[in-house]
């Protein structure tokens, strides 16, 4: 018994890791916020969906603090790396609460209901708490929305497109 949990355990903490490669292997590409911003919150959500809402939310902590070392978040945006830590944590954890698996409109549900959580938080931020230049608070307010929302519909269709027996494998 001891054993067929700690290789659940290695299992997950594989998974979670090459999830987090993956997602960094995109926030690496360069490629614009609108492309960006969707993808990493995807993984976020596949990270839920397939290995458990803890993964995704250990991932969307460590993304922030990650681009903000390499160069790819700009310096104006680290006093928010906290709120995007807090907004990426909110966004799995209102869709693993609120999407069912396997139950299309209760994960849509979760995917608006969570995208829009992340959207209020760092938009109240950025009003009401941190002091940022003009061009960064806008970055952190209606694109947010855009992103995650967009992000949820890629995690979403991806999830829907690869056969069950493959998740089901994945899953094991």
């Known amino acids: ?26 926030q690496m590409l360069g490629l614009p916020q609108f492309l960006t911003g969707p993808l990493v ?5 596949l990270a839920a969906l397939f290995n458990g809402m803890w993964s995704g939310v ?5 993304t922030p603090g990650i681009a903000f070392a390499r160069g790819i978040l700009a310096p104006p945006l680290g006093p928010m790396i906290p709120f995007i830590m807090a907004g990426n944590a909110i966004l799995v954890i209102v ?6 698996r ?4 209760r994960e849509i549900g979760g995917v608006v209901l969570g995208s ?9 931020a950025v009003t009401w708490v941190v002091e940022v ?14 992103t995650a929302l967009a992000g949820g519909a890629i995690a979403l269709i991806v999830y829907q497109v690869i056969p069950k027996r493959e998740i089901q494998r994945i899953e094991q």
């Open 116 to 124: 829009f959580l992340k959207y209020l938080l760092l938009s109240q």
């Open 133 to 146: 230049p003009p061009p960064v608070a806008k970055a952190m307010q209606t694109p947010q929305l855009f």
């Open 41 to 45: 919150n995807a993984f976020l959500l």
């Open 95 to 100: 869709f693993s609460l609120v999407g069912k």
């Open 1 to 26: 018994m001891m054993e067929e949990t700690s290789r659940r355990g290695l299992r997950w903490l594989v998974r979670t890791a090459l999830l987090l490669a993956l997602t960094i292997a995109i």
């Open 102 to 105: 396997g139950h299309l409109g």
């Open 58 to 62: 250990i991932i969307g902590l460590f």
